[in-house]
């Protein structure tokens, strides 16, 4: 019997691998009113390229807030960007004050709170 050869081999394929939960990548959630009364929208993005990268976005004394023609408010936003093992990034944004998505459009960013699954923070568009 101990030449005898199996043939239930798993050749390479990992069986276990179809019952884990898939990890997410980004996540985002927003807050109505700070310690200050102000919204504040928080996204994060994990991918290999980039690493491990949050947002804040905050309202600060010079946000300026407008309405769209749809009737949409929407408020300028400081964006605070920290990649891993680097300094941090200033930039701006543009969030809704109803639904707290966030679009910062020089770095080509949405933060969407109401997406599935726990929001979405990454590119938009191509």
Sequence with gaps: M???RSNNRNYGNNNNSNNRE???HSG???ISSDK???PCTTG??????????TFLCVVTKS????ESQNGNKY?????????QMMPDQITNGLMNVRTGQVVVQTMGIVINPK???GGYCGRFGK
Excluded: D
């Design 2 to 4: 101990a030449g005898k």
């Design 22 to 24: 898939q990890r997410k």
């Design 28 to 30: 985002a959630k927003f």
């Design 36 to 38: 200050h009364g102000n």
């Design 44 to 53: 994060w993005n994990k991918s290999k390229h980039a690493g491990f990268v």
């Design 63 to 66: 946000s300026v807030e407008s």
């Design 75 to 83: 408020i300028s936003v400081m964006v605070k960007v920290r990649h």
């Design 115 to 117: 997406a599935p699954n």
